[in-house]
Every structure is written in structure tokens, then in C-alpha cells.
């Protein structure tokens, strides 16, 4: 069976129970109650476990089309473990949409759920994006997370219909350009693959925001991920790119490493002298820059080339102790 194959296979037809609640049949996972014009209406998103989006999707509808993440190796994530990969099944997204049509008329962008729902066959976005055009007419733009293994899955073809169809953006977890840190992290796929299906990506139209992860190459190959990691993003010339700091999870291959000493994270300081170094190898033509996430020691929302020497100074600035850092305690998620 091949890579598509599998994942065509892979079906979810059922919600899934709430362990506390295991005993009532009618709790249901993601079931919501809502109160609008005075009515209780029952029959919310059919949601399943934790759902995640980016920052900037907060107003948007949540469509959850798939569970989970088809990779699920990256041994710093603990995103998806409540879940295992699957596409759900059509009736569920039917009753999501309808819901939408009623009840979420000022919202004119969808972001659609799990952790890389662009995997999806196309004959499943073809459905969506078709139903989406059918039921919820005023919806401008559709968003996604994707990774390299679902870009790879698309031809050049397929990249552009699916743009002409509305979806508009993915949002890539490239965490690092860096072929050792990559392959330590079980991320799959080298920095060359990255930087060709990304680019494949791109000249469907369809607009790329990375994420990066700070602290990802340990100390010793901290300056080389960030090296690395800028000249990746230099070849793809994305959109924008998002930087977060590494915190280790509790549960996680890495979280359990960084418990036994055995991976050893920058301080403040070397979490800033990396993203300097990261700034320094990032050449974008026209894109965002950003390290606002909570995660992160200094904020920093810029757009390149106008604004990149700037930062490095700001950055500078930091590392001599003339601009505060983030505690600690402020960190987080």
C-alpha cells in the first residue's frame, strides 16, 4: 500500500469519549452548547481533543477535517498525543459547515484542523473546499497546517488548483535547516527536500508562513541551526516566518532527554545570540518576521529587508544587557 493509499485509508467514523465522562453516553468530546437569539442550540462543532491554531487564526472557524498529526514523530511535540492520525468522516464536516452557515455569518476565514490536514487526499479538499464555496459563500480565504510529507504528496497541478479553490495560506513547521538537528529530532526529510517542495509551494500561489524553533540544536549546534535555518528560509523566501524558543514538554522524547541532562537547551543569552545569528542569515524579498510567541526572551514584529538592520541592533542591544529580556516565569505555550 502506498504513502497516499494509507493515508486514504485511514477513515474516522465516530467521535471520541471523553475519558471522565466515559460513562455518559451523551458526553461527547467537542460537543458545545450555544445560546444565540435567546435559542439553546446543541449541535456545536463536532470537535474532537485539543485543537490548536495559529496566533493569527483567532477569529476564524475552526473546520477539524482531520485528528491528529499523519507524522507524529517529532520528538520535541506533545500536540497530538490525546489523538492518533485519521480523516473524519464527511457527515461530521457536513454538520460542522451547516452550523457555520448559521451561526458564524461575520467570520469570512476558516482555518482547518488537525496538526497537517493538508495531507488530505485531493479528492477530500476538492469535497471541502467545494462545500465551502456551496454553504459558506462569504469565507475569503482557507488556511491550514502542513508538513514537508503532505507537500510532496501534491503535484504542481494539484498545488494550483487548490489555490484557485481558496485556499490561500499553510502554515509549515520547519523548525530547523540544519541536517543533523533534523534528523536528531525525527522532523523527516533533509534541508534540500525542504527547500524544493517549499519552493513547489510557493509558485502555486498559495502563501507559506514557517515556524522555526530556537534551542532545537542543543549548545553546541546552536549557531549552526540558526545558520542553517536562515539559509533555508533565504531559498524558500516564505511569507513570513514565525521564531519560537524551545520548551521542553514533559512526555516527549526531548522533555525526558532535557530531564536526564542529556539535551542541553542555551540560556537567555544564547537563545538570543542565536536568533541574532538567525536574523543575520535570513534574506527575505518581501516578508514578515516575528518572534512575538510567549515562548520567546524579546519580541520582535518586523518586516524584511527595510527592517532587519534594525533588529540585529535590537538584538545587539539585548546581548549587552540594555534591553530586558522576558523572565522566565513569563514564558510559556
Known sequence: ???????????????????????????????????????????????????????????????????????????FCGAYKDKKFAIKDRKYLEQDLDFASRYCRHQDRIFVMDGDAFVMPMKDWQWLLEQIHEKLPWVKRVTCYANLKSIKLKTDEELAYLHQMGLKAVFLGLESGHSQVRKDTKKGGTPEELIYHCQRLRRSGIRLVTIVLLGLGQIDLSLEH???????????????????????????????????????????????????????????????????????YLSIDARFPQDKTAVLQSLDQALSGNIKLKPEWMRGL
Request: proline share 5%; hydrophobic share 40%; net charge positive.
Open 1 to 75: 500500500m502506498n504513502q497516499l493509499k494509507k493515508i486514504s485509508a485511514l477513515r474516522f467514523d465516530g467521535l471520541v469519549k471523553n475519558q471522565k465522562h466515559a460513562d455518559n453516553p451523551n458526553y461527547i468530546t467537542g460537543s458545545k452548547l450555544f445560546i444565540m437569539n435567546h435559542n439553546l442550540v446543541t449541535n456545536g462543532f463536532n470537535h474532537v481533543g485539543n485543537c490548536i491554531r495559529p496566533p493569527s487564526e483567532f477569529n476564524s472557524i475552526l473546520l477539524q477535517a482531520t485528528l491528529g498529526c499523519s507524522h507524529s514523530k517529532c520528538t
Open 226 to 296: 540558526a545558520r542553517d535555518t536562515g539559509k533555508a528560509l533565504t531559498a524558500i523566501d516564505p511569507e513570513a516566518v514565525s521564531a519560537l524558543s524551545l520548551i521542553p514538554l514533559p512526555d516527549t522524547p526531548l522533555g525526558d532527554a532535557f530531564e536526564r541532562g542529556e539535551f542541553k537547551i542555551p540560556d537567555a543569552l544564547g537563545m538570543i545570540a542565536e536568533l541574532k545569528e538567525l536574523v543575520k542569515h535570513t534574506e527575505l524579498s518581501r516578508g514578515a518576521f516575528r518572534s512575538v510567541h510567549a515562548s520567546n
